[in-house]
């Protein structure tokens, strides 16, 4: 038989890459193209569909090329940057405005008044998700508050809303030549327009946010046929769809309760599946949904989202010139035994997970003159560590899910300083996988699973192979757990520190 | 003795102007303390600042030292920045080859592990980055010596054809070849190698197994164009 591939493409904040998976879950392509970023104004983010759409295109046509013309290609799955919002013109296909990218921070009044109603508190009931900026439900508001004669268009039925994987899943079946007009219930959950128990469009809170239901997608499973992507290829199914931390978590096959990954980047975003039933958090993190296979029952996850992780390191280098390259905070930090009594808490805009502080600051605790930049470095390392374990404690406190280890991704994983320090302050094995694109691979699983490429999920834990493991060291632990309320202390001192 | 070559002269001394001036001085500056026409100045300073010797502050035009010239004291690169960037393709490699991976340095005498891929077959295993690996008896050891500063005479077949096996030297049932990472200067840094049980590495003569060497050479080459070689 020859071999089935499965092409995913992930559309993220600063790039889109096709690539190309084989059975085994390995990757045999890869194509990237970035797309420019637009600060208008501050606190203003956004993004060109249109570019976006073409870098999709010519990366996607570039990485069948690379297979051999995609003749082996079976389906198509998608991941995409989350809660960045996009409203077109059906007819044309034009984007009335730039894409809302959910870094920004324009709606940040709109959501103060929003959430000043007296009947506020059904944003939380409903859509599980507390009302903030930061979702997508807001910035489509928006836009229709703020572009000519949007809210009109868009009641006629003139205009269509989509999160990217909406606007791609658009255009890849025919644009306004009958295009497929759907999103997945991941990147739906996230609008603060759904129930979160039901997975439909709530009618009470989109008359809360005053936005009209012609204009809003179907909601579908993440694993299911959603169309063919005519535009790249005559019978290429698109089978999945998945919000990029969620698409993660597929990646690293996190499909039993308890079982949870930390994507380490920019910033970072734990994730833990906590299974068919939805849990109501009280100790900061969000719940939220998972994956859902077609005809079968949402899965949900608990997620907490830590604002700056590497971006700390970035600042040693850029900010202080302390380091030339982000693997060197490594040897920096090496060059000491112990943070020196230094605590650095990287609130550079507020604290998002457990706490939810946006007026915190960032501080470093702890100078005496014994502290050197080896220290420095050691404490930039252990705040990524520390604020991991308060998402992870947060998250015990609201599941009562044991974790029995925690599985890493992204660009921080290769520092073995970092990771041994996790391991350490959970008291829990943290293991990274062979496959280290783990978005793009939960993208192409879903997509795969769906049209029978892998037979069922078990087939694709049979995938997934550890290559590197950090087992906690037990003394350490208990160091650790000793010095935990120091991190605590310090990120109280931030949060006052912010206070108006 | 050969007479000295004039242009290396010149711009050693623009190199000691620049060093002196911390950032004050633009091309016209530099080319009235040391003396020479502008335009010569200039050209010489140009490839200076191609070879990263000295860089340009893009708003005043005034020239520093430049981050080359600073790492080429230094002499050894930095290990985590060396695993950093090889990860993606030891990965591959440990994904494709079946076998564990190591890639691996010299600091002094000693051989170093500062990147380790487990065997991808969910077996117990444990990291040993970080750890010292016998430089005599591996084929990373034999890698690197062969490729060091007055390297041993019995290592020039490791130079000749550019990769090493090891056979049960250092421990019995455990066969590994291992071949050469170039950083930008063209000098081996480190050494990447696949290792595993002795009958699954090579063949019955003794030959690494089918695609291993090719998969493994692959690899080395992919990691020194990621450190700017070639």
């Not at chain 1, 783990?438 to 699973?449: E, M, N, R």
Request: hydrophobic share 45%; aromatic share 6%.
């Amino acid at each position: 038989m020859a071999e089935r591939y499965v092409l995913a493409v992930d559309q993220g904040t600063t790039s889109t890459r096709s690539l190309v998976f084989d059975r085994g879950g390995r990757m045999v392509a890869v194509r990237q193209r970035e797309h420019r970023q637009h600060f208008p104004r501050p606190g203003w983010v956004e993004h060109d569909p249109m570019e976006i759409w073409a870098n999709t295109q010519r990366t996607a046509a570039q990485v069948l090329g690379d297979v051999g013309g995609g003749g082996d290609v079976v389906a198509l799955g998608i991941a995409n940057q989350r809660e960045t919002t996009v409203v077109w013109d059906r007819a044309t296909g034009r984007p009335v405005t730039r894409a809302l990218v959910w870094q920004d921070t324009r709606t940040a009044d709109l959501v103060t008044r929003l959430a000043a109603r007296p009947d506020a508190g059904l944003v939380a009931e409903r859509s599980g998700m507390a009302i903030a900026g930061y979702f997508s439900g807001p910035r489509l508001r928006w836009i229709l508050d703020h572009v000519p004669r949007a809210r009109e268009r868009a009641e006629r039925g003139e205009l269509l809303f989509g999160t990217m994987e909406t606007w791609l899943i658009w255009n890849l079946t025919g644009g306004p030549d009958g295009g497929v007009h759907v999103t997945d219930v991941t990147n739906a959950s996230r609008t603060l327009l759904m129930d979160v128990r039901s997975c439909r469009w709530d009618p009470d809170l989109l008359a809360f946010f005053d936005v009209p239901a012609a204009m809003l997608p179907e909601i579908r499973p993440s694993v299911g046929v959603l169309g063919v992507a005519t535009a790249l290829s005559p019978a290429l199914p698109i089978a999945g769809a998945l919000g990029d931390q969620q698409a993660a978590l597929f990646g690293q096959v996190c499909f039993a309760p308890g079982e949870a990954k930390c994507t380490y980047g920019t910033g970072s975003f734990l994730l833990q599946n906590t299974g068919t039933e939805l849990v109501r958090t009280r100790s900061g993190s969000i719940s939220t949904v998972a994956y859902q296979l077609a005809g079968e029952p949402v899965h949900y996850a608990l997620e907490g989202s830590i604002a700056v992780a590497g971006a700390l390191v970035q600042w040693l280098r850029d900010g202080l010139g302390l380091i030339g390259s982000a693997a060197e905070v490594e040897t920096l930090a090496r060059t000491v035994a112990d943070n020196g009594g230094c605590y650095v808490v990287p609130a550079f805009s507020g604290l998002l997970a457990p706490h939810w502080r946006g007026e915190a600051r960032g501080l470093v605790a702890g100078l005496t003159s014994y502290v050197t930049k080896g220290h420095l470095a050691r404490a930039v390392l252990e705040a990524t560590g520390w604020q991991t374990r308060d998402v992870v404690g947060a998250m015990a406190a609201d599941s009562g899910l044991s974790l029995p280890a925690l599985r890493v991704d992204g660009g921080m994983t290769t520092n073995n300083l970092l990771m041994q320090f996790v391991a350490d302050a959970l008291d829990t094995p943290v293991v990274r996988p062979m496959v280290g694109e783990t978005v793009s691979l939960g993208a192409a699983y879903a997509a795969g699973l769906a049209v029978g490429v892998w037979s069922d999920i078990e087939a694709l834990r049979r995938n997934w192979h550890r290559a590197a493991q950090w087992t906690p060291n037990p003394a350490r632990a208990t160091a650790l757990t000793a010095e935990y309320p120091k991190w605590e202390r310090a990120v109280q001192l931030s949060i006052a520190w912010g206070a108006p | 003795m050969p007479g000295s070559v004039q242009s290396i002269e010149r711009a050693a001394a623009i190199l000691h102007v620049v060093a002196g001036a911390h950032g004050t001085l633009g091309v016209t500056g530099i080319a009235a303390a040391v003396g020479l026409a502008k335009t010569t100045t200039h050209s010489l300073l140009r490839t200076l600042l191609l070879v990263g010797f000295v860089e340009q502050d893009r708003s005043t035009g005034h020239y520093s030292l430049g981050a080359g010239l600073l790492r080429l004291g230094t002499g050894h690169l930095d290990a985590n920045e060396l695993r950093a960037r090889s990860s993606n393709w030891a990965d591959a490699l440990a994904a494709r080859s079946g076998h564990a991976v190591r890639l691996a340095t010299l600091v002094g005498d000693q051989v170093v592990v500062v990147h380790h891929v487990f065997r991808p077959d969910d077996s117990a295993q444990v990291l040993e980055v970080g750890t010292i690996v016998p430089a005599a008896t591996t084929a990373l050891g034999a890698v690197l010596r062969a490729f060091a500063a007055g390297s041993p005479a019995g290592l020039a077949d490791v130079r000749a054809r550019g990769w090493a096996a090891e056979h049960g030297e250092r421990q019995p049932g455990f066969g590994a070849i291992a071949a050469p990472v170039r950083g930008a200067s063209g000098l081996v840094v480190a050494a990447l190698g696949l290792g595993g049980p002795l009958s699954g590495v090579f063949d019955g003569r003794g030959q690494p197994r089918g695609p291993l060497l090719g998969m493994l050479t692959d690899a080395a080459l992919g990691v020194s164009r990621e450190l700017g070689h070639g």
